[in-house]
Every structure is written in C-alpha cells, then in structure tokens.
C-alpha cells in the first residue's frame, strides 16, 4: 500500500526544485543592473582543468552598471578575458592589467519587454513541470485506491497535494512579478 504522506513529501519536494531551478534561471537574466550572477556559468582554465570564474577570481559590483573582476593570478586576465567572450554574456570585457571590468549596458524598452517575456516563458514552463508532477501523483493515489486505501484518504490527500500545488504556483508567480518589476524598472 501506497505511503500517503511521503508521496506527498516527495511531490512538494519535486515541485520545489522546480521553483529553485527557475530562481536560479532568474538570477542569470541580465536586467540592466550589475548581478555577478550573470557569470555563473564562465569556466576557466586554470592549471589544466575548467573551474568556475569565482574560483581564480574575486567577482564583486562597485556599482549598479559595472562588474569587476579581480584574478588572484594576474597571468590568468587574458584566460579570463577569453572565457567571458566566449561564454553567452554578450558582455565585452575591458581591463587595465590588473582588474577586469564588465559595463553592463542599460536595456532599451523593447529589449525589456524581451526579457520580461523569457522570464515569463521560463516561469510557465516551471508551471507546467509542477502541474505534471500533481498530475503524477494524482494517478498514483487512484491506482493506491485499488490497493487498498479509503477513498476518503485519497481525497485528503488529493486537497493537501492541491494545497501544495497552489503554493508553489504561487511562489511561482511571486518570483516571476518580482523579475518583471526589476526588469521594466529604468
């Protein structure tokens, strides 16, 4: 018979990932404003094997518009110069031999709604994972009827998975207006 309260567990896990992995997505969006997020994914030689940017590097922001970048070898400012160009940032760095600095340009209108647009797209697709894992778990507890468990149990646990899945869609949402507001703001 059928673990009502871990599935349940497992399913509010699941759909929380979910949620973090759209954060995490979130995060990378380049809104106009200087976020050392954006250079999450930048790999970089260094001494034979690619290691995350923050690891040969301090990455801080002096400002709203700027990213620096501050190698703790200064031979590695071409490597690190050379990983940014070819990473999807889209951001020409500059340096003066010693730090390496990121202007971040302001957006333009358009170019805002854009980015409001992909957030909502990514936002939508998280929607949808968390839908398909309600979905799931909706089918295992119609076939744990069949096992053996009440019927009033299953539509218990059908309001507390629903519970569940409004929550998340929610925080979903709050995620997503909170991105918007960020992004729209000059």
């Known amino acids: 018979m059928i673990d009502v ?17 759209l954060e995490e997505q979130l995060s990378r969006v380049r809104a106009g404003r200087a976020n050392v997020a954006i250079l999450a994914g930048v790999k970089v030689e260094s001494y034979g094997s690619m290691v995350p940017l923050n690891q040969v590097a301090n990455v801080s922001t002096p400002d709203a518009r700027t990213i ?49 647009k992909q957030c909502n797209k990514m936002g939508e697709q ?5 839908r398909n894992i309600r ?8 076939k744990a009827i069949k096992d053996g468990l009440s019927e009033d149990l299953e539509k218990d646990a059908e309001n507390d998975l629903q519970k569940i899945h409004d ?19 000059v």
Do not use: F, H
């Open 167 to 185: 929550k998340m869609i929610k925080n979903v949402e709050e995620l997503l207006a909170a991105k918007e507001k960020e992004i729209m703001t």
């Open 5 to 21: 309260k871990a599935t349940l567990s497992s399913a509010e896990e699941k759909m929380e990932m979910g949620v973090m992995y």
């Open 126 to 130: 998280t929607k949808v994972q968390i």
């Open 135 to 142: 979905a799931d778990i909706k089918e295992k507890l119609k």
């Open 68 to 116: 620096a970048i501050r190698p703790w070898d200064k031979k590695q400012i071409r490597i690190i110069e050379k990983a940014i160009m070819d990473s999807d940032v889209g951001i020409t760095p500059e340096n003066n031999g010693e730090i390496i600095r990121l202007g971040i340009p302001q957006p333009t209108e358009e170019r805002r709604r854009e980015l409001a």
